[in-house]
């Protein structure tokens, strides 16, 4: 049996993770769910997003499965997100992006990996109203957070058999904060010379080529501002966000949750897409130890995508969210 924070979050958030639960109990796995509640329903009742009971019940489990929570643009409270990779330090954002038989993309063999800092940049959240004209806002890079992810990047490139390691920055123009970072990852490149290959790249050149020849790269690895928008683009060469998984990994923690928004706008309409989420807890139940229960769970779901019998509307089906999980329950007998 194990313990494992269950964030339900808000807008399509419980419908998903309600899915997931199911298809997992159905596998055979046993887990303890410790639910927890965040986002913009929760900050309605209580006047703050994150309760700190949320963030005591993950130090206590060491492991979460996050579903999306809302949060708003332009005001209101800062992102869910952002503090809970600040507040328990999941330094690695670890975004895997590989095609799926069954969804059809405009690229067939696309197999990469976007590692992005998790903790500094301008997700620092050091900003500044100077008057209604103008505001300032801080970068923050430092040598600390910059070389620990690079090293991450070349050691989850060791232990999972890839062979390039690429460096994303715009160090041409953010000459003293990119240059750090950039400074940090030949550094730590030369540790793994003749044991993994290094490149380095421009943020903007790397976008165009990722839509022309995606095939190119292996393990990416940025500051967290390029992360998240290179993450989404990535995803978008696999069939979308709802396909996308990822995770925040620390020393000790490692919460678990899918790339895209909580989509209010069909929250409770029974039309939301599981998968993603589905395919962050197949990773978690990896991190578990728990290998032929992943790959069952894989199995099952990739053989419901590969039919294509049965599909959400985002994948270009009609099935309902309830359909969807039952099928893929139905694969793992």
């Not at 869910?80 to 590989?98: E, S, T």
Request: charged share 25%; proline share 4%.
């Amino acid at each position: 049996m194990y313990n494992v924070t269950l964030i339900k979050g808000d807008g399509i958030g419980p419908e998903i993770s309600d899915s997931v639960v199911k298809i997992i109990e159905a596998s055979g796995l046993k887990i303890n769910w410790d639910v927890q509640h965040a986002g913009a329903d929760v900050a309605e009742k209580e006047g703050i997003p994150l309760p700190q009971r949320v963030i005591d019940s993950i130090k206590k489990n060491k492991v979460a499965l996050k579903a999306p929570v809302t949060t708003p643009i332009g005001k209101g409270f800062r992102s869910v997100n952002v503090q809970l990779r600040r507040d328990l330090d999941l330094y690695a954002n670890l975004r895997p992006c590989k095609s799926i038989k069954g969804i059809k993309t405009p690229f067939e063999n696309v197999d990469l990996v976007v590692v992005r800092e998790n903790t500094e940049d301008l997700y620092a959240g050091i900003e500044e109203k100077i008057n209604d004209n103008e505001a300032h806002g801080i970068k923050v890079i430092t040598r600390k957070a910059s070389s620990r992810i690079v090293e991450w990047a070349f050691e989850y490139a060791l232990k999972n058999g890839r062979k390039k390691v690429t460096a994303v920055t715009k160090a041409n123009i953010c000459k003293l904060t990119d240059g750090l970072f950039l400074e940090c990852a030949r550094e730590v490149a030369k540790i793994y010379e003749g044991k993994i290959e290094y490149q380095e790249v421009l943020v903007d050149a790397l976008c165009m080529q990722l839509v022309q020849n995606p095939s190119k790269f292996d393990v990416l690895v940025m500051p967290n501002l390029y992360g998240d928008i290179v993450s989404d683009l990535t995803a978008g060469l696999i069939g979308g966000l709802g396909v996308a998984q990822g995770a925040n990994i620390g020393h000790e923690i490692a919460v678990f949750e899918p790339v895209h928004g909580s989509a209010p706008d069909i929250k409770g309409k029974n039309l939301a897409n599981p998968t993603a989420l589905l395919l962050c807890a197949i990773e978690m139940i990896k991190h578990l130890g728990e290998f032929e229960t992943a790959q069952k769970i894989e199995d099952a779901l990739f053989k419901v995508l590969d039919e294509g019998k049965v599909k959400t509307k985002d994948l270009g089906g009609n099935s309902t969210t309830d359909e969807f999980t039952q099928e893929i329950i139905k694969k793992l007998s």
